[in-house]
RNA sequence: GCCGCCUUCGUCUAGUGGUUAGGACUUCAGAUUCUCAAUCUGGCAACGGGGGUUCAAUUCCCCUAGGCGGUACCA
């Protein structure tokens, strides 16, 4: 049993002291993962504040679910978004460590803490069908928990499979502190003979976690509440070697919009998904790490550096949080509408050259002003202002008579058409077009959508899009003029 | 099934033994505008249920329901 109250002497200790290390351990199984960015930044936050390390360490104890460029993406995208791990010059592969975790567990074995299993694969899987289908908890039956040493020899001799196992106390009650929930308790008799190595020489997660844990000396796991159900094997296993336990702090799980734990299924949730659709890393970051924190008040606008500052522990909350991607697009917009226009334009000519070539060439400094307030990522910029990028087709509809009539309509374009052409380039400036847009109203005697609305939709094609000034600012006089005329043709044509 | 965790507007959340239960997103309406966006103003919207304790419970306790997670030689 553990000494609480030495335990939280300790807990504050930590907290406030500057031996903090935290680490983020993912599997290289996938691309980072939007769940384990955020449990990246918060231990990142937590190292950071308290003049700590955030390190790094690749679990890759499972070679079946290796996936080669996970890493690497992992790597990538922590530093796209400003978490650098400080040992990224010297990174830790537990799969390079493996004799390391072996020679642990025949300690265990030794002091008669862990044991040989050699039942096999097919034995495991029919044990667990009957006790499925007799209602019981299934579980390892302990079969091999009390092998005799002759048979254990005899089937080292043979080279028999096996793994080696916990030997899990009964009747005990494991009790430890998480940060975030308190206190937690639980029988050892739910728990089973964990497999610590498995048949292939590998550690499983429990083992290699609790030694790597202890031998960097890490302060504080943070971890997603997945974890909270095997935090009390780790508990056992620190225990059984005689180590001090770190500080645990289980985040809440980040959820679909059915709020089962957030999956492929329904979201993106690689990180790389949200940066390759063009979303600032600092909003990416400020949206996440409200997902499960809050500063206590009404502030939600941080830089990193800020939360540094601001993050504590203490106001990480207990329930699951949905992603919410309409809280994201907010968060990027107000990104983009923080920035000058000169940041904005170059940001999104960096985004664009890298992810789409195409239109990059077209994309001017008003072009940039019209995306700039009316976009939450630079993905929009294409889906969004695809008149600007490509031929418009404005007689799929006759919404050019939505506002006024096709006599009126004809009429007013017409007059704009030898309007505009008389202005040279030097003068093709907003509020000169203002202007000559303004006068043509009143020379018409018109009102201002019956000249405002009909040039807007034969520039845009759209029936809502940035004003006719905007437009033709955006398109140039040439392509300008090129479109309204074809909007006349059009017209007279039908 | 068993074990564990969680529960305030649709969403992210603040909050207190006595509050008009606060903010943000979404949404709606108005102002502005040719439309959109942006901006400003305003509105709708929540304490899962049942018992206690108490003068008083959203807040403390118990029960229950629901949700989620775990129950692997995956992490």
Excluded at 251 to 261: H, V
Excluded at 297 to 309: A, K, W, Y
Excluded at 432 to 443: G, M, T, Y
Aim: with cysteine; net charge positive; aromatic share 10%.
């Amino acid at each position: 049993m553990i000494d609480l109250s030495k335990f939280i002497s300790r807990l504050k200790r930590i907290g406030q002291g500057s031996g903090v290390v935290t680490r983020f351990a993912p599997s290289p199984t996938g691309m980072l993962h939007i769940g384990g960015l955020r449990t990246a930044l918060y231990s990142y936050l937590l190292a950071k504040q308290n003049n700590g390390k955030f390190i790094l360490r690749i679990e890759d104890t499972d070679q079946s679910r290796f996936v080669a460029g996970a890493t690497e993406d992992i790597i990538n995208s922590l530093a796209e978004l400003g978490l650098q791990p400080d040992n990224l010059n010297n990174l830790y592969y537990q799969s390079k460590n493996i004799e390391k975790y072996q020679n642990y567990a025949e300690k265990l074995i030794k002091q008669d803490k862990a044991y040989y299993c050699f039942c096999s694969a097919d034995r495991l899987a029919k044990l667990r069908e009957e006790q499925i289908a007799k209602k019981q908890a299934p579980g390892y039956d302990g079969h091999c928990r009390t092998l005799d040493q002759k048979t254990i020899d005899n089937y080292q001799k043979l080279n028999k499979p096996h793994v080696v196992r916990f030997k899990t106390p009964r009747q005990e009650e494991i009790k430890f502190i998480d940060i975030v929930r308190g206190e937690i308790s639980i029988k050892t008799d739910n728990i089973d003979d964990q497999v610590l190595i498995k048949s292939d020489g590998f550690p499983t997660y429990h083992l290699a976690v609790v030694i790597d844990d202890h031998q960097m000396k890490i302060t504080h796991i943070i971890r997603g509440e997945e974890w909270l159900p095997s935090t009390p094997k780790h508990v056992l296993l620190y225990q059984a070697f005689g180590w001090d336990l770190p500080n645990y702090v289980h985040l809440p799980l980040l959820l679909n919009k059915d709020r089962s734990k957030l999956s492929k299924r329904s979201n993106d949730v690689a990180a790389h998904d949200y940066l390759q659709k063009g979303y600032l890393p600092a909003a990416l970051i400020n949206f996440m790490v409200l997902l499960g924190w809050n500063p206590g008040d009404d502030r939600e606008l941080f830089t990193l550096d800020q939360l540094i500052s601001e993050f504590k522990l203490e106001r990480i909350n207990k329930s699951g949080a949905i992603f919410y991607l309409d809280k994201l697009n907010w968060f990027g917009q107000q990104y983009f509408q923080k920035m000058t226009a000169v940041e904005f334009y170059q940001a999104a000519r960096n985004w664009l050259s890298k992810f789409d070539e195409k239109i990059v060439h077209q994309f001017n400094k008003n072009v940039s002003a019209a995306c700039q307030t009316r976009i939450s990522h630079f993905s929009e910029i294409k889906t969004e202002f695809s008149h600007l990028f490509n031929d418009i087709d404005c007689q799929s509809k006759d919404l050019v008579f939505k506002k006024s009539t096709k006599e009126l309509t004809l009429q007013g374009l017409s007059e704009v058409v030898k309007d505009l052409q008389n202005i040279n380039e030097n003068s093709w400036n907003a509020d000169n077009l203002q202007l000559h847009l303004a006068s043509l109203v009143r020379k018409l005697n018109l009102g201002n959508g019956d000249v405002f609305w009909p040039v807007r939709y034969a520039l845009s094609g759209k029936e809502k899009s940035e004003t006719p000034v905007e437009l033709l600012m955006e398109l140039g006089k040439e392509k300008s003029l090129a479109r309204i005329n074809k909007a006349i043709t059009y017209l007279k044509k039908s």
